[in-house]
């Protein structure tokens, strides 16, 4: 069974190459009259990655709960098996998984709002770099790069620029799916907490280390107070992996009453997002 990290890993290599092709059809259109429908474009790749990011969530949530407890998700039909996100179209995974189907229009009306608001986000950082690219060009006394010498000029930075976007966007929504996921009572009761994850390597940022190891309930006021929903800037790698309540009464974080105890790192107050990263 995928981890929560490699599974965004997985979405993030799915989706890097078109999302650059999104972006570089709009580079050669800026200040032309198709500029629109290549933002358009853009949009609705945006709303492709989100939607399955938010399913991926969804389902990620499934597969723990299917693993620790499968009784629970019998009656439903969801299988205890893994369900292999990245191999199957959007309709197979919801005719596989009937759960990722709730509250569907809610969560497309809101998925369509946030591609819209990052298309508009990403279409401006785009059109910047372009008239930096043409600025560049006309202090150096060349002429007005046509639209092959802006793509030439372009193509490290819209392919970074791309897995930037991708990796970002995602991960908010993988989240968010998870978080939906875990409203349904019958999940809660398996899986009643998140834990906050980053990744152990030369390139974690230290206020994203700091939160390593945070566990509190999945509805816990902390999250958004600290400000530790993923992601916490660009490019970020940390995840909210699921915690079952059997495996938080092993960590006696289980009350007498039955709710979680939330355990913080001794570092926790130095945790948070990145300055200037709105989340």
Known sequence: MPDTAEELEALASKYAG???????????????????KSVKLLESELAEVMGRAHMAGRVSVLRTVASAAPGVLA????????????R???????????MVAESAMDVTRLIE??????????TQSIVQRVQLVIADSLEQGQPTPDTSALLADTEAWSRAYS???????QS???????????????????????????????NVRPNHWAAHGFIAAVDSPEWLRRGLIPP?????????????????KRMGLIDKNGRVITHRPRSINAAGPDQGFTQ
Not at 18 to 36: L, T, Y
């Open 18 to 36: 078109d999302m650059n092709k999104a972006v570089r059809r709009v580079i050669a259109s800026v200040g032309k009259p198709r500029m629109e």
């Open 163 to 169: 897995e930037n976007v991708v990796r970002t966007t």
């Open 113 to 122: 709002q946030g591609a819209f608001t990052a298309a508009r986000a990403s």
């Open 232 to 248: 916490l800037g660009f490019q970020c790698r940390c995840v909210r992996s699921f915690v079952t309540r059997s495996k938080l």
């Open 172 to 202: 908010r929504a993988y989240d968010d799916g998870a978080v939906t996921m875990t409203s349904n009572p019958a999940v809660r009761v398996v899986v009643p907490a998140f834990r906050f994850d980053a990744t152990r390597d030369s």
């Open 75 to 86: 009656a439903k039909g969801i299988p205890k098996t893994a369900v292999a996100v990245t």
């Open 88 to 98: 199957m179209s959007t309709r197979e995974l919801l005719r596989r998984v009937p």
